[in-house]
């Protein structure tokens, strides 16, 4: 509040860039799904877009607030749209967690014959015993087995964990003005989240090559690879993230009481971390 | 003064709205009271419920026009400075609560006998297709598919020249009705083959969703014989609209004949129907659904 | 707490680019908002048109003019069109234009993503209405795009659901920006509870969105994945269920529909005060009932659902959360009559707009009260009498207010006033029609008219005939409003700062056309300045 006035900026072309990448890559993606020749380009080219419009965009914000232009008001506008959006997140998990739950303790049961699924079972499916994991009664997409929770999901669990405590460790070296430290810290951060991706990615070949499982493996499939998918993705998103904020500290960027990028970024791997406990406890656990 | 004046005003308005309300009462359709038990309860609920609200909106209404007649700029009103009451606020908010508890009552009531479905003399098994429906006798081993008939498939056609008044039961008519015996309790087991639809005629009193690959349970007693018609009620493509659903219901005697009479008929294929009219569906909707066949599984089932 | 102080504006960039790159880089609130609003009243006349499609195909027996498939079609991308194109824009647009004036800030609080919010749009309907085009038409399986049906769709679907994540997006971004703006750029002295109900409803209204568009979207990639990547989500065969597609769209779909209401609950409680000279009745206790209603909102999704067969338990719990939402809106149109109650009103066009909302909502409303009684909803359900409900809820429910909106705010923006005769006619005209037009389709529904049929039996043509004349009637009553603000922003009589007699809040303190930048220097809020006083402090 000390520091002045709220600043408005006056006018932008990076929200129309923006706008034409998402309308090309929607286009794009669009075809491709329908096997349209140019989906492929049309998805490339909209992406390209979208990230020069990201690249521009947060450089103008960067070069902004390094010019001392924004006040405690702005960086708090900043923050709301931060934890807003995050929570926008979460609520994109909590449909699949929700498909998730309802296939477990609905669906399967009443193809199994349980509840008001006595007449279900007994003229559609008679021969389904209803299980988890399962492919369904008409066993999509053939006999799979799945992966065990306590072996490398286990792994990657701590390494998550561990990444939420580097990164912490990394927050306070920021507060104490460690430059070096913040670094270091940052770059352990991001080596345990690409360790994390790398383990992801090999799970996945493991499971399509030799267990059997795929996305086409009914419900089970479906679930695990949507969430888990999806989390990979996020993780990835984050990885960016922290990538970019690594470098803009080792550039001298952000001070101690004023560093809303670190925090964001801090912030959206918190929530990454959390939606894989999540994850851990309620696909392969449990 | 004023008092009086809003009171003489309440009064004349709520007369006008009552007026308009009886009016539009009057000439409108009710729901049809229906030939089951069930039917009847759900017509006593509907003008229970009905009777309630539009009370509630003759009150509401009653009052906003009464300010609005009375407390008028142009007639020198000058506006009070009250903000709050809370006695009021209690009010208005326990009062609705009440009225919500006596309705919930009866509808809890009409809802539990309903979803009873146990005790069933009779089972039929409804499927419903892409645009048919098929009924399967369990017990009696009768088995058919029952379309749209000629005559409006037909008239219905986009400049077929024929006046859809010219036909008997326009959209309502089928070929092959479901011949159910009165004074019986019948229960329905419904399933799709292909995408969602929904069975529903109104006499019987409800609808119910017919899902692939689910079976949902539903109930009849059909207390008078006649020939009842209804309609797929779940959008389930091109011709939703022309999948009609006509019950003749009869003595459990003539039933009996009528069921003598089918000689343990076999099931056609959807497609070998003649009054089949899907399956070509308009541009676009290229693919059959996957598994037709697998998922009719017409199992014999005991007695349940 | 409140943060804004005097507004620095940006100097890098020209100051103001002219043409088209106004409108294309604008960060401006009002410039912005007035984009949303046009974009609305555009998508209104297109969802309209095609309404019109619909109507006029059900005027008599038979089928005269398009085919089934097309008539699909038509209802389909009538709902989404109205839903997301037309009424959820001019909400946005409304509170683009009027929360920071009321709230005493300079601006959005994040002003790039504001227009980014803005431009996704005419993109996303691009793609949306373009599927009309494609060789499979556009999406025919209704607005809930229920699977299996949907997944049956042509080349179009993967167009439509990329489309709705377009929207999403956008309405995320909207919603992050107006609770940021909310709750970051109050002027001192506006606290909490003396910000006018419309930014009360916003609050609440914009939380919903965050919430339940990240289901939605998570909804419709499922369809996406089941369909194209064979997933079993919505498939029974590979242990998932057609049903579980309902639950979650409607999880998002029941939130949606008091998001398309509680920011018109704000417009009222802003218009009925200042036509009857009297403060808000029960400020406080409109602030809960909007926000009881917002929460309830998340507990009654499966009242759309009560024939799918669900367990009793689960049906009679939906029924009665459902009806408890009763309470929270009876409050609310209670407070509003009292606000009435002993006023001094008058009757320009937004307060009649305001009167017609109070009636014709209520209607609505007690309609979908008895929708939720289980047994009487397996007759209702999918029949007409829930397309009269729905359309008396959003047509004369959200429609009217923010028609109402317009008038009332019109001279505010435009600087001039709004043709009154005009807006009277107007209006007598839309309520009459109005009437004429859904009326009827309750006893439609009741005489067991099921919805979304392009053809019907002999015994429904009267009433569908009425219904139908209304509608064009109707239609062309809204040429009429389109006209009207059309020529109140060429001009008009001047409006004064005011405007109203008995308007009170900061957005009249601002000359009328309210000046590009508002509260560069932030206004000092007390108790004498707000339309309503806060009762418990
Ligand atoms: C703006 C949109 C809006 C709003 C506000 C509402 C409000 C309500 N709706 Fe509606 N509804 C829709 C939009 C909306 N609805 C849509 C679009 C559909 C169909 C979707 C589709 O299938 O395509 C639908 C469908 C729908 C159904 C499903 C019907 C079916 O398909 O079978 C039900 C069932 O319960 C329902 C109920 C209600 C209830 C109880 C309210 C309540 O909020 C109403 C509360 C208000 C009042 C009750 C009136 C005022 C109160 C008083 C005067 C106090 C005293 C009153 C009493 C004590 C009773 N609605
Ligand atoms: C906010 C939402 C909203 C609004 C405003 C409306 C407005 C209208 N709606 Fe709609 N409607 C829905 C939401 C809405 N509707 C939804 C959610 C459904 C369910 C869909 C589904 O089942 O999936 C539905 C379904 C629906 C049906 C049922 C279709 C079916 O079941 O097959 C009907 C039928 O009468 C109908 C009619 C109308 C009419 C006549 C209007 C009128 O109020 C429209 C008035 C406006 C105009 C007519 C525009 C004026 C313009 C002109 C006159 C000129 C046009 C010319 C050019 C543009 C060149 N609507
Ligand atoms: Cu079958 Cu609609
Ligand atoms: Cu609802």
Sequence with gaps: MAQGAYYVPHSTKWPIVGSVGMFIFAIGAANWLNSGPTGPWLFAIGAAIIIYMMFGWFSEVVRESEGGLYNDAVSSSFRQGMIWFIFSEVMFFAAFFGALFYARMFAVPWLGGEGTGAMTNELLWPQYDATWPTHGPAERGGDFETIPGFGLPLLNTLILLTSGVTITMAHWALKKAQRTALVVWMVATIALAVTFLFIQGYEYVHAYRDLGLTLGSGIYGSTFFMLTGFHGLHVIVGTLMLIVITIRCAMGHFTKNNHFGFEAAAWYWHFVDVVWLGLFIFVYVI | ?304 | MSNATTANHDDHHDHHPTGLARWLFTTNHKEIGTLYLVFSLIMFLVGGAMALVIRAELFAPGLQLVNPEFFNQMTTMHALVMIFGAVMPAFVGLANWMIPMMIGGPDMALPRMNNWSFWILPFAFTILLSTLFMPSGAPASGWTLYPPLSLQGGNSLAFVILSIHLMGISSIMGAINVIATILNMRAPGMTLLRMPLFVWTWLITAFLLIAVMPVLAGAVTMLLTDRFFGTSFFDAAGGGDPVLYQHIFWFFGHPEVYILILPAFGIISEIIPTFSRKRLFGYTAMVYATATIAFLSFTVWAHHMFTVGMPLGAQLFFMYATMVIAVPTGVKIFNWISTMWRGSMTFETPMLFALGFLVMFTIGGLSGLMLAIVPADYQYHDSYFVVAHFHYVLVTGAVFAIMAGVYYWLPKWTGHMYDEKLGKIHFWWSTISVNVLFFPQHYLGLAGMPRRIPDYAIQFTEFNMISSIGGFAFGFAQLLFAYIVWKCVRGGAPATAQVWEGARGLEWTVPSPAPLHTFDTPPKVDDSVTAHKDELS
Excluded at chain 2, 5 to 24: R, Y
Excluded at chain 2, 230 to 247: S, T
Excluded at chain 2, 252 to 273: I, L, N, S
Aim: aromatic fraction near 10%.
């Design chain 2, 1 to 304: 003064m004023k008092r009086t004046n809003e009171l003489i005003v309440a009064l004349a308005v709520l007369a006008v709205v009552t007026v308009i309300t009886w009016g539009l009462f009057a000439v409108g359709d009710n729901m049809p009271r229906g030939v089951t038990p069930f039917s009847k309860d759900v017509y006593h609920l509907h003008n229970t419920v009905l009777g309630i609200v539009t009370v509630i909106g003759i009150l509401v209404f009653t009052a906003m026009f009464t300010s609005v007649v009375v407390h008028r700029k142009s007639k020198g009103y000058e506006p009070a400075k009250f903000t709050h009451s809370t006695k009021a606020e209690i009010t208005w908010t326990t009062i609705p609560i009440l009225i919500l508890i006596v309705i919930a009552i009866p509808a809890t009531s009409v809802l539990i006998d309903m979803e009873d479905t146990g005790g069933a003399e009779m089972n039929v098994k409804i499927t419903g297709y892409q645009w048919l429906w098929k009924y399967d006798y369990i017990e009696d081993g009768i088995s058919f598919y029952s379309a749209l008939d000629r005559d409006s498939n037909r008239a219905r056609q986009i400049g077929s020249g024929i006046n859809p008044r010219d036909v008997d039961n326009y959209l309502l008519e089928v070929d092959n009705r479901l011949v159910l015996p009165t004074n019986t309790r019948i229960r329905f087991l419904l399933t799709a083959d292909d995408v969602i639809h929904s069975w529903w005629v109104p006499e019987l009193g409800w609808k119910r969703d017919a899902i692939p690959g689910m079976i949902n349970e539903a109930w009849t007693y059909i207390e008078e014989e006649g020939v009842y018609r209804g309609q797929c009620a779940e959008l389930c493509g091109k011709d939703h609209g022309f999948m009609p659903i006509v019950v003749e219901a009869v003595s459990p005697e003539e039933y009996r004949r009528w069921v003598e009479a089918q000689g343990g008929e076999v099931a056609m294929e959807p497609e070998e129907h003649p009054g089949f009219v899907g399956r070509d569906r308009a541009s676009g909707s290229d693919e059959q659904p996957e598994e037709s066949a697998e998922t009719i599984n017409i199992a014999v089932l005991e007695q349940g």
